[in-house]
């Protein structure tokens, strides 16, 4: 860059958060970590230019470091699939879900409005749960939202997060699907039975997983960030998504774990309840804007993508 641009990142200490964090500063970004406990993300993320005490409400003294900042990258949010074998979705847990993300965002906007220097950009985290549970059909950014309730939290959130394209801050809402990190969120989950040599596909295995390695993940959000054609929702997800069966029998091979043992849907309902959706249903989405806007994938195929990160 020919001159230090000031960007505030929410949810740093995360699984997506952390490695964007370093890669922001490897590009000479002066990065602002907003955190509800700022000494343990100053711990966690030696580096960053500020950092600033921040909790998803819509008032606060933090607002006034939006003021100025060249973006704001919003990733924070409650778990959705974290200690996926312990957490069900019981209403408090949806509620958490709920809220943090849309009052968090709320809170970003309302900063942005009030600042006399707007931000030019902000990138706000989204999902694939937007597109609810669908069958095979390719699903682009310009596909219906779905009705379950992951959908419902994607629609609110990224309607909160667009408001501010009514202030001049140019919005792009990144709809990520499964991030590939072998030690947090669901593919720890997903190897723990390829580790005892009982894993197997999800039945009835043809559902799609759209995943996507964490190093195309923090490549297609630095794309959002700087290209100023990059804006409402954007697919963060690889190119090729899988089918659970195939997804299963690449990882067992990544593994060298046997792939053969079926998981009934049913016993996953018992042990997780609704959270059981994530697995036992999918979609297949595809990146079409990000390969519009020349996003070139380090990691287009899953069983590279897998060798690099566990095998």
Not at 47 to 69: D, F, K, L, Q
Not at 102 to 108: A, E, K, L, W
Not at 162 to 184: H, I, K, S, W, Y
Request: glycine residues 10%; charged residues 20%; proline residues 7%.
């Amino acid at each position: 860059m020919s001159e230090t641009k000031r960007v505030i990142v929410t949810g740093a200490t995360g699984v997506i958060g952390r490695r964007l964090f370093l890669a922001l500063v490897m590009k000479g970004y002066e990065v602002v970590i907003f955190s509800r406990n700022p000494q343990k993300a100053r711990e966690q993320l030696p580096g960053a230019a500020e950092y600033v005490r921040w909790a998803p409400t819509t008032t606060g003294a933090w607002a006034a470091s939006i003021n100025g900042a060249y973006g704001v990258i919003h990733l924070a949010g409650a778990p959705i699939a974290e200690g996926i074998l312990g957490q069900r979705w019981v209403p408090s847990i949806k509620a958490n879900i709920y809220d943090s993300r849309i009052i968090g965002t709320r809170g970003i906007v309302e900063a942005m409005a009030a600042a006399t220097t707007r931000p030019k950009v902000l990138l706000s985290a989204s999902g694939v749960g937007y597109y609810g549970f669908r069958d095979s059909t390719p699903l682009d950014e310009q596909a219906s939202a779905g009705s379950d309730f992951l959908a419902k939290v994607c629609v609110d959130w990224e309607r909160e997060a667009l408001r501010a394209q009514e202030f001049g801050v140019r919005v792009a809402c990144m709809r990520t699907g499964l991030v590939l990190d072998p030690e947090n969120g669901v593919l720890p989950q997903i190897m723990q039975p390829f580790k005892l040599r009982v894993g197997g596909p999800v039945l009835p295995g043809t559902q799609y997983y759209s995943w996507i390695h964490p190093d195309d993940l923090v490549g297609i959000y630095l794309l959002a960030l700087e290209h100023e054609d990059a804006s409402g929702p954007i697919n963060a997800v690889a190119p090729s998504p899988q089918t659970n069966r195939s997804f299963s029998s690449t990882l067992g091979k990544v593994m060298g774990s046997p792939s053969w043992m079926p998981v009934p849907e049913f016993s996953l309902r018992v042990v997780l309840g609704e959270m059981a959706d994530l697995v036992v249903y999918g979609q297949r989405v595809l990146p079409k804007k990000a390969q519009a806007l020349g996003y070139q994938f380090r990691y287009p195929q899953l069983e590279p993508a897998l060798r690099n990160l566990i095998g």
